[in-house]
C-alpha cells in the first residue's frame, strides 16, 4: 500500500479541531506549531501542515491524497477535489453584509462594490443569478473595508455574528453557503488506505455523537426498557446474579441521554451508568 498523504490546517480556526480528531483517531500529531511535515511510520501516514486556503489545491492536483478544510474553502477554490465527509466543527455561514439598515434584498447588489476574501463563491453566485456587481478581493478582516471606502457592502464568513456587529453591519439576502469542516479527496479515490483513515475518522464521530449506557433492570420491565436503548445491532443483555434481573448495555445517543436515564429510572432500571466512548467501529 502506498502510504497516504495527508493535508492539514497549520494556522486559523480550523487547526487545533483538525490535530484533535487525528490525536482521537489514534495519528501522531505535531508537538511544535513550526513542524509543517510529519511521518507516522506506524500507521503509514504522512502529514503536511499547510494553510486551509491552498488545501483543495493540492488534493485536486493530485500532490496529497486526502484534506481537512472548509467547505468554504473547497468551493472557492474551484479545485478538482470533492467532500467525502463533513467533519462537525468549524461551523459558519457564508453571508452578504452591508451597513446596517442599508439594504434588505440580494437584488440590492446591483453596481455596487462586494469586498471578500472569496472571489470564487461570490462570482458564481452573482452569475448564477444575472446580477452584475465589482467584486473586490482582500484577504481578510473585510469588515473595514465599507468604512475605508474600498466597498459598499461584503461577503464573509459569520460565525457568532460579532465582527459584523462591532462593525456596524448586518447581514441581508439569503445565506450564500452553510460550511463547516470537511474531509476531501481527489475525485474517485477509493484507495484501502484512505478507506481506513475514512473508517477511523468517523468512528471518532460517531463516538462524540454517543454513550455508552448500562442498568439493571427486572426482567418483566425489559422489553419497556430496550425499546428506548435498542442500540446498534441490538442491546447486550446479560444474567444477574439476583433473581429476575438482567444487565442492559447499549449506545445510546449523547443528546438526550439524561433524559433516558430518568425514563429508565422510572421504568424501575436502577443502577444506570453513563460512559464516554472514545472510538468505534460500527
Ligand atoms: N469564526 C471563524 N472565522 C473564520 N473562519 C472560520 C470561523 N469559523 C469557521 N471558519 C472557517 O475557517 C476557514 C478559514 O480558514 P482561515 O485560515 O482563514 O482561518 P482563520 O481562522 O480565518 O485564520 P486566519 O487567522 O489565518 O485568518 C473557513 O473554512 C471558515 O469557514
Ligand atoms: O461572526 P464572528 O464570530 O465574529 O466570526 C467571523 C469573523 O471571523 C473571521 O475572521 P478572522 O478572525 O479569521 O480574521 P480574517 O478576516 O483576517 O480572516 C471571519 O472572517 C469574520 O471576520
Ligand atoms: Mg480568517
Known amino acids: 500500500m502506498t502510504r497516504l498523504k495527508i493535508a492539514i490546517p497549520n494556522k486559523g480556526s480550523l487547526s487545533a479541531a483538525a490535530t484533535d480528531i487525528l490525536r482521537e483517531s489514534g495519528y501522531r ?19 503536511f501542515y499547510l494553510r486551509p486556503r ?27 477535489a470533492e467532500e467525502v465527509m463533513p467533519l462537525q466543527f468549524g461551523r459558519s455561514t ?7 439598515g442599508e439594504h434588505d434584498a440580494l437584488a440590492q447588489l446591483a453596481g455596487k462594490r462586494i469586498a471578500t476574501s472569496y472571489t470564487g463563491i461570490v462570482q458564481a453566485f452573482l452569475d448564477e443569478r444575472g446580477i452584475d456587481a465589482h467584486v473586490v ?3 481578510g478582516a473585510v469588515e473595514t473595508s465599507i468604512q475605508l471606502g474600498v466597498a459598499d457592502v461584503i461577503a464573509d464568513v ?26 476531501i479527496s481527489r475525485v474517485g479515490n ?14 471518532v464521530l460517531v ?4 454513550v455508552m449506557m448500562d442498568y439493571d433492570i427486572a426482567i418483566e420491565n425489559v422489553d419497556a426498557a430496550v425499546a428506548k436503548t435498542p442500540g446498534m445491532e441490538g442491546p447486550t443483555i446479560s ?34 451508568l453513563l460512559t464516554d466512548i472514545h472510538a468505534c467501529r460500527l
Open 29 to 47: 500529531q505535531r508537538t511544535d506549531t513550526k513542524e509543517l511535515r510529519l511521518l507516522d511510520a506506524e500507521n503509514d501516514v504522512e502529514f
Open 54 to 80: 491552498d488545501i483543495a489545491l493540492y488534493v485536486g492536483e493530485g500532490t496529497l491524497d486526502v484534506g481537512i478544510t472548509g467547505r468554504d474553502l473547497l468551493l472557492d477554490s474551484g479545485a478538482k
Open 94 to 100: 457564508f453571508r452578504f453584509a452591508g451597513p446596517a
Open 137 to 139: 478581493r482582500l484577504d
Open 158 to 183: 459569520v460565525e457568532t455574528g460579532t465582527t459584523l456587529r462591532r462593525a456596524g453591519l448586518e447581514v441581508f439576502g439569503e445565506p450564500i453557503l452553510e460550511s463547516e469542516a470537511v474531509l
Open 190 to 203: 477509493g484507495s484501502p488506505a484512505f478507506e481506513v483513515f475514512k473508517r477511523r475518522i468517523d468512528g
Open 207 to 210: 463516538a462524540r455523537g454517543y
Open 239 to 272: 444474567p444477574l446474579q439476583r433473581e429476575g434481573w438482567v444487565a442492559v448495555r447499549a449506545m445510546v445517543p449523547r443528546d438526550g441521554a439524561q433524559r433516558l436515564m430518568d425514563e429508565l429510572y422510572d421504568l424501575g432500571a436502577r443502577a444506570i
